[in-house]
């Protein structure tokens, strides 16, 4: 895991060196909305996590699935005028998706990181004039959201304990497998 940690500090630095105009933003968030499901992958794979690599092919194909339906059935235009396939962020959605597997699967600690770059990645297409904020902001949202639906936490122990929030309710949710 430590590998991995320091695959995505490496990936984090080095896109702060592309994005100078906007085609290098562009350029930077490309590639992070590649390497980064990759990384969730594998360190999922080197970490013998066979079951949390299971939960983000099914988080991560439907988020795509999903953004496509959403994409050739809204039709908005982009705000370059390129094509009318703007709505959500494909890009965004699928970093979205790998940074909300790492945090939910794993933890905040590595999940931070990647939702800094996810974020950089939604930054990037709106710099680069690709996607209205609104198509980014959807393209997180789903990603997010199917996550949630797809992702459990990895524990080797018994134990879990997690935040639970609601309409005018909050609180913690605390279970222990016998």
Request: proline share 3%; hydrophobic share 40%.
């Amino acid at each position: 895991m430590k590998r991995f940690i320091l695959f995505l500090i490496l990936l984090f630095s080095c896109t702060f060196l592309l994005g100078r105009t906007k085609s290098d933003f562009e350029v930077a968030g490309d590639i992070i909305q590649i390497s980064l499901p990759i990384s969730a992958a594998t360190g999922s794979i080197l970490y013998g996590d066979y079951e949390g690599l299971k939960q983000f092919a099914y988080s991560f194909s439907s988020t795509l699935a999903t953004t496509y339906a959403l994409k050739y059935s809204v039709g908005r235009e982009r705000p370059d005028g390129s094509n009318d396939r703007s709505f959500p962020s494909g890009h965004t959605s699928a970093s979205f998706s790998a940074a909300s597997y790492i945090q939910m699967r794993y933890n905040w600690y590595l999940g931070a990181p990647a939702y800094l770059l996810a974020s950089y990645v939604g930054y990037s297409r709106v710099r680069a004039e690709r996607h209205y904020q609104s198509d980014v902001y959807a393209g997180a949202a789903i990603a997010t959201a199917i996550s949630y639906l797809f992702t459990t936490k990895f524990s080797k122990k018994n134990l879990s304990i997690s935040p639970v929030a609601g309409y005018e309710a909050w609180g913690l949710r605390i279970a222990y497998k016998f």
